[in-house]
């Protein structure tokens, strides 16, 4: 009887390596676990047996029960992971083609520039101002020591809507009607952002329409050197930290002193290429301290009150970041153009 | 402006400064310059000859072959093709291995058989410009005078070996419409004296009060105005520095009296003109406005008719020229004058500026009376020039000047504090730094403490107020040395408005939902103007438009993003999303300004979703764009405003226009372009969708609450209804939410059947209804009880029926 169990142990453990699936492993545990299985045959004839044998015995066979149970639980074990691991080898997939595409738009770039110049500003307390683009003569013109009869309002410049409202030809006008709401009391620290409209031809320079954004901080005791931090502050978070710049003087009616404002060259480094016409400086926009005819005309004391602006345009600024070539790309609106501002900068 | 940087010696000493640091300096404290130009760069080898013979090519008609002697041993071949050549001429020859502008080398060739050992050149050839050569070489090669030395480098001859600063002057910067304001100018950078040219000359005992009598009627626009008075002048050619001084400056050469005036305009910045005494006739000078009905002919050959605001000179009788703009023909000065009447005036600038638009003439006179020139200078100018005709047209001058002169030349005297100089820069400077920058500026300024009394010369118009000095200060210090600082005062926290948080918003929206923002322009032209407009009306006219393309204001965006559409449709784009922000223009009755109504307009077309290869399309349709615009009022919170109904609008399908309605205010529309329209756009299938965006704007919606997340399990139920094609599904979607009470949390449309195994007429659509309490799990009478009233009220509303 001891015999027959141990054989009875080797042929299971023969059986159960020769399983090559779940189902033939089934079997086999059928065939000799099973309440009709050997093992059972063997225990019955446990009655012929005396009665110190008897207790052996059942131990040896539940001895070979379990031996030939673990055998089992082990090649089940084995064949389950390799029944997954064909499974996985069957589901697999091509994963370098294509994903599904989401679509998603962009922002116009002039936009990005637009709301990256104001976010900038605000984390420097300003507010963002707006205004009419269909604006009066007065405060286009005159508010800004622009009096009529003076050369650079010139009809043939702006586009006439009667003789005494016209498309706003510069956003400063903002400034001049934000000046007016404050009545005399500062600080007024703005930006004014929004479209313009000169009679120009349309060109690869020139635009009918095109954007502005301006800045004006009035309050006591704003100085020149307080324009010039600013706008290195401004110069380095748009162009980057080791742009230096410079001021050069200018003239605009509504600021005395006026400068115009340089950044050193970021494609040469300052030692003069073509994109800065050999001179190593990249003309960015305008600036000064507001006339104190501007101030008197708001309504401010320009004796108690100093202030200094500055404007600038979007279009340029994303042709010298972007490198465009043609001012029209703004306007056309093909796909193709738009689609490459999809991409977030992050400086 | 352009300045000859060898002219400019004259006045200033250069010496140790190259044209380029110059440049860079004068840029840096007050005038940019825009290039520096050298004419002659890089030509070389270029010598003055002598023409020995000249004879025809016995080969070729228009060549002639010249022998010409170039200073060397033997006298060269050279073939010529200028009709003007011939002996005895003094030419510029390029000899063989010279170098022409442009790198054009000089080689030996053979034409027709014949040596050619180098060119006889044109002034074109050798750099200038071809406007600025004079007239009668402009169409062959250049003549040096007789005493030209043979042999001499003909570049240094005709002065082309010099720098040509180009100044973008300013507005205000008229002082430096001259040498000797630029000379001023650089004096006071480089901190360096400048030397005035003297007038020296011995006048004749005849007076030229005598000869000629000066009257100004129109004293406002006439100031002064100085007459002198050359007699017996011999007309020929200036010398070649003063042309090659004109020509730098840009000024064409015509003869000795003409240029010479022009050259004492560009010295002085003060306009001359030569009048021919003896066609002048009446042998007086009256000036006035003109009468109506006036005309003129003017040197370029022009019949101009006169205004009653242009002023005139006359000659008592008619008009000889028109004031400070240009001299008429009937006084020109020409190779047969003999006597000359010199006008040095003062002209007011409103006038001159007037007049010169008036006649879309603009001159170096014009363009300088049009600024303001130094009322100073009036008679210096004319004194120069009476020099200079006397010494290059052998002129006799008469003695004395008739003059009518009104003019205040007193300086405008000014005072300024040194502390607010220092206040507005944000500097610390001294008094006696600020007044050693106004004596390099050549102006008088002295100090009582630190009190600053400046005396603004005549030549500086631009110095009014108390900052006009404070810039000249900061110019000249250098903006370079003005430190860094940030605005100090009260600090206000900075900002988007709500308005500007909800643009950025519905950038976002629109953005991530998949539309590119275009940006068009506001511009359009008549028939465009009314089109998809929400509020139709008369749009706001330009009132002299460039083009008729760009004449009125904008009613709505959509056309202009049809126009975007079609443009990317030519171009092989096919699948097109755009949205746009911005404002159309809206005239209102009683208001001066139209109303400026910001929009949010939007267009689709072609594919929406392409994924090929697992077989997804998806085209552009209504229901596309009507749920970005859900997800879009979802986001801003007014979500539960917001109603769409059948829509009727213009330009767009009847059958496929959703207008959307703000509570009771119809604020846009969504829908299909017209396919009328979309065939006469150019475009396919093409959905467009236009809001108002004020109510949206003002809109405060509610603070945002948590609702808690529930804990019980709901129940849905799912039925298909059958109505009559017309009934709305939205109709029904409403009149189940109101019958299914309180415990009907969502209803949604899933299927909608309007196939051939409907009865004629009628469409299924079939709805998701989702029960629930949020305080107990639901008993199934209960949602059997609210199925029910749901079943009842669509029976009775809409006449559905349940689909069997």
Redesign the interface.
């Known amino acids: 009887m001891e015999e027959r169990l141990k054989q009875l142990q080797f042929e299971a453990a023969e059986r159960v390596n020769l399983s090559g699936s779940l189902k033939e492993l089934n079997e086999v545990r059928v065939a000799y676990l099973g309440k009709k299985g050997p093992i059972t045959e063997v225990l019955k004839g446990m009655g012929k047996l005396s009665a110190e044998e008897r207790p052996k015995m059942g131990a040896l066979a539940n001895e070979v029960r379990d031996a030939i149970t673990k055998v089992i639980e082990e090649k089940q074990l084995t064949l389950e992971a390799e029944a997954i691991e064909k499974k996985l080898q069957e589901e697999s997939i091509d994963v370098t083609l294509p994903g599904r595409p989401v679509r998603t738009g962009t922002h116009h770039p002039l936009t990005s520039v637009i709301e990256e110049i104001e976010d900038l500003f605000i984390s420097m307390g300003y507010k963002i101002e707006e205004g009419p683009e269909v604006e009066k003569d007065y405060y286009n013109f005159e508010a800004l020591n622009l009096p009529k009869g003076h050369p650079a309002r010139d009809m043939q410049d702006s586009f006439y809507i009667t003789e005494d409202i016209l498309l706003r030809t510069h956003t400063s006008p903002v400034q001049a009607r934000t000046m007016e709401r404050h009545q005399g009391k500062g600080p007024v620290k703005i930006i004014c952002p929004g479209k313009v409209y000169r009679r120009d031809n349309d060109d690869a320079t020139h635009s009918h329409q095109f954007m502005q954004i301006e800045g004006l901080v009035v309050d006591e005791n704003i100085r020149m050197s307080d324009l010039k931090g600013t706008l290195n502050v401004f110069a380095k978070k748009m162009f980057g930290e080791d742009r230096e710049i410079r001021l050069r003087p200018s003239f605009f009616p509504f600021t005395e002193p006026s400068v115009e404002m340089d950044i050193s060259c970021k494609i040469c480094g300052g030692k003069g290429c073509s994109v800065c016409k050999g001179t190593g400086w990249i003309e960015i926009l305008g600036a000064g301290m507001v006339h104190p005819n501007v101030l008197e005309m708001a309504g401010f004391d320009s004796k108690k009150y100093t202030g200094f602006a500055f404007g600038m345009g979007p279009e340029r600024i994303a042709m010298l970041k972007y490198g465009i070539d043609d001012i029209r790309h703004y306007y056309t609106n093909d796909h193709r153009f738009l689609t490459q501002f999809g991409q977030k900068e992050f400086n | 402006m352009f300045v000859s940087y060898k002219w400019l010696q004259d006045y200033v000493d250069l010496s140790g400064i190259t044209p380029e640091d110059l440049a860079e300096k004068i840029?840096?404290?007050?005038?940019?310059v825009e290039g520096i130009e050298v004419p002659a760069e890089g030509v070389e080898n270029v010598v003055i000859g002598h023409v020995l013979s000249c004879e025809k090519h016995p080969e070729a008609d228009k060549l002639n072959i010249c022998l010409v002697d170039v200073g060397e041993e033997e006298p060269v071949q050279i073939i010529c093709g200028a009709a003007n050549v011939g002996a005895g001429q003094k030419v510029a020859v390029a000899k063989v291995g010279a170098v022409l502008p442009g790198n054009f080398k000089i080689k030996k060739a053979k034409l027709r058989g014949e040596a050619s050992n180098g060119m006889i050149c044109s002034l074109q050839e050798i750099g200038i410009e071809g406007k600025l050569v004079p007239k009668e070489f402009a169409e062959g090669i250049f003549n040096f005078p007789q005493d030209a030395p043979v042999g001499e480098d003909a570049i240094e001859a005709l002065m082309l070996n010099d720098s040509i600063l180009e100044l973008g002057l300013?507005?205000?910067?008229a002082d430096a419409m001259s040498l000797i304001g630029v000379a001023y100018e650089t004096g006071a950078i480089i901190d360096r004296p400048v030397k005035l040219p003297e007038s020296d000359y011995t006048s004749t005992v005849e007076k030229a009060s005598d000869v000629i009598t000066v009257e100004v009627e129109a004293k406002q626009e006439n100031p002064i105005y100085l007459a002198k008075v050359i007699k017996n002048i011999k007309i020929g050619p200036s010398p070649q520095w003063m042309q090659s001084r004109l020509i730098a400056a840009g000024i064409r050469p015509h003869n000795n009296v003409v240029d010479i005036t022009n050259y004492v305009l560009l010295e002085y910045g003060q306009p001359l003109h030569a009048f021919d005494l003896d066609r002048l006739k009446t042998n007086k000078i009256l000036v006035r406005l003109a009468k109506p009905g006036e005309k003129i002919e003017t040197l370029d050959d022009t019949v101009r008719e006169l205004l009653p605001h242009h002023l005139v000179i006359t000659n008592g009788e008619e008009p000889v020229a028109i004031a400070g703009v240009m001299g008429g023909a009937n006084t020109e000065v020409t190779g047969a004058t003999v006597n000359v009447l010199l006008e040095s005036a003062y002209f007011a600038s409103?006038s001159i500026?007037q007049t010169s638009?008036d006649h879309g003439l603009r001159s170096e006179a014009s363009s300088r009376y049009?600024k303001g020139v130094d009322p100073i200078r009036v008679e210096l100018a004319a004194e120069r020039a009476a020099q200079l005709l006397a010494l290059y047209a052998d002129g006799e001058v008469l003695s004395g000047t008739v003059a009518f002169d009104e003019q205040d030349k007193s300086e405008k005297q000014l005072t300024i504090e040194l502390e607010k100089i220092n206040?507005?820069?944000?500097?610390s400077l001294k008094t006696e730094e600020v007044l050693d920058l106004f004596r390099r500026l050549q102006i008088n300024a002295h100090a009582d403490g630190e009190t600053i009394y400046v005396s603004a010369p005549t030549r500086r118009g631009d110095l009014v107020?108390?900052?006009?000095l404070?810039?000249e200060v900061?110019?000249l210090y250098g903006?370079?040395h003005?430190?860094?600082?940030?605005?100090?005062?009260?600090?206000?926290?900075?900002?988007?408005?709500v308005r500007?948080q909800k643009r950025?918003l519905i950038?976002q929206v629109?953005?991530?939902?998949?539309?590119?923002?275009?940006?068009?322009?506001?511009?359009t032209n008549d028939s465009k103007a009314g089109e998809f407009a929400l509020d139709v009306r008369e749009p706001?006219?330009?009132?002299?438009?460039?083009s008729e393309e760009?004449s009125n204001?904008r009613l709505s965006i959509v056309p202009q993003l049809l126009e975007?559409v079609s443009?990317?449709l030519a171009?092989q784009?096919d699948s097109?999303?755009?949205?746009e922000t911005?404002?159309v223009?809206l005239k209102e009755e009683g208001h001066?300004?139209?109303k400026?109504d910001e929009h949010v307009a939007g267009a689709i077309t072609g594919l929406?979703?392409?994924?090929a290869?697992?077989g997804?399309k998806k085209q552009a349709d209504f229901y596309v764009l009507k749920g970005i615009l859900d997800s879009l009022f979802e986001r801003l919170g007014v979500a539960s405003c917001i109603r769409y109904e059948k829509g009727n609008e213009n330009d767009l399908h009847p059958g496929r226009t959703a207008a959307i309605y703000f509570n009771d205010e119809k604020i846009g529309y969504v829908g299909q372009v017209h396919p009328s329209k979309e065939k006469e756009l150019d475009l396919k299938e093409t959905y467009v969708f236009e809001v108002k965006l004020e109510a949206v704007y003002a809109y405060g919606q509610a603070p945002l609450q948590y609702t808690a997340i529930p804990r019980y399990p709901s129940i849905t139920r799912d039925i298909a209804l059958v109505v009559d094609r017309e009934v709305q599904g939205g109709e029904l979607e409403r009149i189940i939410k109101e019958a299914g009470g309180s415990l009907l949390k969502s209803v949604k449309l899933f299927d909608l059947y309007e196939g051939d195994k409907m009865e004629e007429g009628k469409k299924s659509l079939a709805f998701s209804l989702n029960y629930m309490d949020p305080s107990r799990t639901l008993i199934d009478e209960e949602v059997v009880k609210a199925h029910d009233k749901v079943l009842k009220a669509v029976k009775e509303e809409a006449g559905a029926d349940l689909r069997g």
């Open positions: 840029t840096r404290s007050g005038i940019e300013t507005p205000n910067r409103s500026r638009k049009e206040r507005v820069l944000g500097m107020i108390e900052e006009d404070i810039e900061a110019r903006y370079d003005i430190p860094m600082t940030l605005p100090v005062h009260e600090t206000n926290p900075g900002g988007l408005s500007q950025r950038r629109l953005e991530g939902a998949g539309l590119m923002q275009a940006v068009t322009y506001s511009l706001v006219k330009l009132m002299m438009p460039m760009r204001l975007s443009y990317n171009r784009q097109i999303a755009f949205y911005g404002s223009f001066e300004l139209p400026e929406w979703h392409f994924h290869w697992q997804e």
